[in-house]
């Protein structure tokens, strides 16, 4: 697991790596080097041209103009009594009508409270504009400004001109020249009084937030990362919020959220600076007093040339690709240091003797079936076989013997008939198999397949058809749980790469010869693949969409 975390990491720190440019590309260099890779980026003092850099500063006389600007103009505002972190979920806060010129007032409240003693005075003060200036100003929330803050609020907004609350202000900025080419959704005012945190969430468009005045840092993870995120349900109100709340998270409820830090990056931004944060990415973001920024939202063009019609078709896509990652997630490549210390184990236990001869007991309860492809009997004698094939066949046919004999000594002494009796523990076989039934690690005869290279696991099983005949039934149609019928099926798939079409042909003819019923084997082997798939299916489903099916996650 160490070492997959290491390989995503240098793999973001290769594809995925924040650059700073130090001027603005043009809108052709933008599209192709920039928003194609949806990797975000930094572009510094691109917006100190605006007007607003310098006539929005609070420092410099800034609010004032605002306040004469915008007038007693009324806007909504967020207010949270869990500031300074603002949580997305609308259960946790309320949009409130606000003049705007109110929350100017607090801004300077702001400002008087946070002098540094020297004894400046910014101008609002000398003109004594401190507390708001009329009745209709005042607000039931100076005794906690700190939990309003201005966030999107409208000055362009080309989906729904009934929204746009800031208009006035549209002449003091300009649309940055990478973005003239886009159809811009809007243009949206963010500004706190008091130090405030968004919570982690990602957006469905692309966006371009620019600072005005103040500083913001902002902590990004790639739409990867967002199985550690624990986002929101995707039916819920807040489905693009993450449900971890990192200033304060319970690993025991989202351990997943320990490995964060490792997969995020870290920007602050400065007045005049901007940053791309792309549809998707997740994003915390952190504002130090009097801070405002403007943001533009566009839609990207895979999501503005996606038809409704191929939604689902997508869907099962996206679906199917992530199912297979987890699969494979669960299943890591075994490495070469692996293989020698699983030889040395061989050895060992060679050294201390070979297969046990009352290892073939349950075979020898039932009478041996001719085999068909007789040429296939070379080197599927246990003596015939190399040290590692046989350390294998060995732990492979004790397993199968042990889980009967365990089953047996669980059945009541009575019993009316064989046929029952034999039912009975293969009923015990699958209670003990589906405990474990996704973990590699947990899955001892899974463990021991995946270990065999592709023509080690051919000689084993040819091996096991030859003279346990009957432990290889028990073992497929009873014992395989759903990551031992995967592993199989994988290595069915390598050994097939690396034999010829008429090899292959044989192998499966005598390997499904040796059931009663082949296709009875072949429905166990893919009813395990397809358990196993739901299960991985379940999985992303509750990482990356926040579907809660309840009980353990195995595997996770």
Same mark, same amino acid.
């Given at each position: 697991?160490?070492?997959n975390?290491?390989?995503?990491?240098?793999?973001?720190?290769e594809?995925?790596?924040?650059?700073?440019?130090?001027?603005?590309p043009?809108?052709?260099?933008?599209?192709?080097?920039?928003?194609?890779?949806?990797?975000?980026?930094?572009?510094?003092?691109?917006?100190?041209?605006w007007?607003?850099?310098?006539?929005?500063?609070?420092?410099?006389?800034?609010?004032?103009?605002l306040q004469?600007r915008?007038g007693?103009?009324?806007?909504?505002?967020m207010l949270?009594?869990s500031?300074?972190v603002?949580?997305?979920?609308?259960?946790?806060?309320e949009?409130?009508?606000?003049?705007f010129?109110?929350f100017?007032g607090?801004?300077?409240?702001r400002m008087?409270?946070?002098?540094?003693?020297?004894g400046?005075c910014?101008e609002?003060e000398?003109?004594?504009?401190l507390?708001?200036?009329?009745?209709?100003?005042r607000?039931?929330?100076?005794?906690a400004p700190?939990?309003?803050?201005l966030?999107?609020?409208p000055?362009?907004?080309?989906?729904?001109?009934?929204r746009?609350?800031?208009?006035?202000?549209?002449?003091?900025?300009?649309?940055p020249? $990478?973005l003239?080419?886009?159809?811009?959704?809007s243009?949206?005012?963010?500004m706190?009084n008091?130090?405030?945190?968004?919570?982690?969430?990602?957006?469905?468009?692309?966006n371009l937030?620019?600072?005005?005045?103040?500083?913001k840092q !902002?902590?990004?993870?790639?739409?990867?990362?967002?199985?550690?995120?624990?986002?929101?349900?995707?039916?819920?109100?807040?489905?693009n919020?993450?449900?971890?709340?990192?200033?304060?998270p319970?690993?025991?409820?989202?351990?997943?959220?320990?490995?964060?830090?490792?997969?995020?990056?870290?920007?602050?931004l400065?007045?005049?600076?901007?940053?791309?944060?792309?549809?998707?990415?997740?994003?915390?973001?952190?504002?130090?007093?009097?801070t405002?920024? !403007?943001?533009?939202?566009?839609?990207s063009?895979?999501v503005s040339n996606?038809?409704?019609?191929?939604?689902a078709?997508y869907?099962?896509?996206?679906?199917r690709?992530?199912t297979?990652?987890e699969?494979n997630r669960?299943l890591?490549?075994?490495?070469?240091?692996?293989?020698?210390?699983?030889?040395?184990?061989?050895?060992v236990?060679l050294?201390?003797?070979?297969v046990?001869?009352?290892?073939?007991?349950?075979?020898?309860a039932?009478?041996?079936?001719?085999?068909?492809?007789?040429?296939?009997e070379?080197?599927?004698?246990?003596?015939?076989?190399?040290?590692?094939?046989?350390h294998?066949?060995?732990e492979?046919?004790?397993?199968?013997h042990?889980?009967?004999?365990?089953?047996?000594l669980r059945?009541p002494?009575?019993?009316?008939?064989?046929t029952?009796s034999?039912?009975?523990?293969k009923?015990?076989?699958?209670?003990v198999?589906?405990?474990?039934?996704?973990?590699?690690?947990?899955?001892? !005869?899974?463990k021991?397949?995946?270990?065999?290279?592709?023509?080690? $696991?051919?000689?084993v $099983?040819?091996?096991?058809v030859?003279?346990?005949p009957?432990?290889?039934?028990a073992?497929?149609?009873h014992?395989?749980?759903?990551?031992?019928?995967?592993?199989?099926t994988c290595k069915?798939?390598?050994?097939?790469?690396q034999?010829t079409?008429?090899?292959r042909?044989?192998?499966y003819?005598?390997f499904?010869g040796?059931f009663?019923?082949?296709?009875?084997?072949?429905?166990?082997?893919?009813n395990?693949?397809?358990?196993?798939?739901?299960?991985a299916y379940?999985?992303?489903l509750?990482?990356?969409?926040?579907?809660?099916?309840g009980?353990p996650?195995?595997g996770v």
């Amino acid at each position: 697991m160490v070492s997959n975390r290491s390989s995503v990491r240098t793999a973001m720190e290769e594809s995925l790596q924040i650059q700073r440019l130090e001027e603005a590309p043009s809108a052709r260099d933008f599209e192709s080097r920039i928003e194609s890779t949806n990797v975000p980026a930094v572009f510094n003092g691109c917006v100190k041209d605006w007007k607003a850099f310098s006539k929005w500063n609070p420092s410099n006389g800034g609010l004032d103009y605002l306040q004469e600007r915008v007038g007693l103009c009324v806007v909504e505002a967020m207010l949270s009594s869990s500031a300074p972190v603002f949580y997305g979920d609308l259960r946790s806060h309320e949009r409130v009508p606000l003049p705007f010129s109110a929350f100017i007032g607090l801004c300077k409240q702001r400002m008087r409270h946070s002098e540094d003693g020297s004894g400046a005075c910014f101008e609002s003060e000398q003109r004594g504009l401190l507390e708001p200036v009329s009745e209709y100003d005042r607000t039931p929330y100076e005794d906690a400004p700190q939990q309003i803050y201005l966030a999107q609020v409208p000055i362009i907004n080309t989906e729904n001109e009934e929204r746009v609350q800031l208009e006035s202000l549209r002449e003091d900025i300009q649309t940055p020249v $990478f973005l003239e080419d886009k159809v811009l959704a809007s243009t949206n005012l963010w500004m706190n009084n008091a130090q405030a945190r968004s919570s982690t969430h990602y957006d469905p468009h692309h966006n371009l937030l620019c600072i005005v005045s103040g500083c913001k840092q !902002v902590v990004l993870w790639p739409p990867s990362a967002s199985a550690m995120l624990y986002p929101m349900p995707i039916y819920g109100e807040a489905s693009n919020h993450s449900s971890v709340p990192l200033e304060n998270p319970d690993f025991s409820n989202y351990p997943r959220a320990q490995c964060l830090m490792e997969y995020s990056q870290k920007v602050i931004l400065h007045a005049g600076d901007a940053l791309f944060i792309p549809e998707g990415w997740f994003h915390q973001v952190d504002s130090d007093d009097l801070t405002i920024a !403007v943001n533009f939202w566009w839609r990207s063009n895979i999501v503005s040339n996606m038809s409704e019609h191929m939604d689902a078709y997508y869907l099962r896509i996206i679906l199917r690709r992530l199912t297979d990652k987890e699969m494979n997630r669960v299943l890591p490549k075994s490495s070469l240091a692996e293989m020698e210390n699983k030889k040395k184990h061989t050895c060992v236990v060679l050294n201390n003797g070979g297969v046990d001869q009352n290892d073939n007991d349950l075979d020898h309860a039932c009478e041996r079936k001719d085999l068909k492809g007789q040429e296939l009997e070379q080197r599927t004698m246990s003596h015939e076989l190399e040290p590692l094939a046989i350390h294998a066949l060995h732990e492979l046919v004790s397993l199968v013997h042990h889980r009967v004999n365990a089953a047996e000594l669980r059945q009541p002494v009575q019993s009316t008939s064989t046929t029952d009796s034999a039912a009975s523990v293969k009923d015990e076989f699958t209670k003990v198999v589906r405990a474990n039934s996704f973990s590699l690690e947990d899955d001892p !005869v899974a463990k021991i397949i995946w270990a065999l290279q592709p023509c080690t $696991f051919r000689n084993v $099983f040819l091996a096991m058809v030859k003279n346990f005949p009957r432990t290889l039934e028990a073992l497929i149609l009873h014992l395989l749980s759903p990551v031992g019928a995967e592993v199989l099926t994988c290595k069915f798939e390598e050994m097939d790469q690396q034999i010829t079409e008429e090899d292959r042909n044989r192998f499966y003819q005598v390997f499904y010869g040796a059931f009663d019923d082949q296709f009875a084997a072949m429905d166990a082997i893919l009813n395990g693949k397809e358990l196993f798939a739901l299960q991985a299916y379940k999985n992303v489903l509750d990482k990356y969409l926040g579907v809660d099916w309840g009980g353990p996650k195995p595997g996770v």
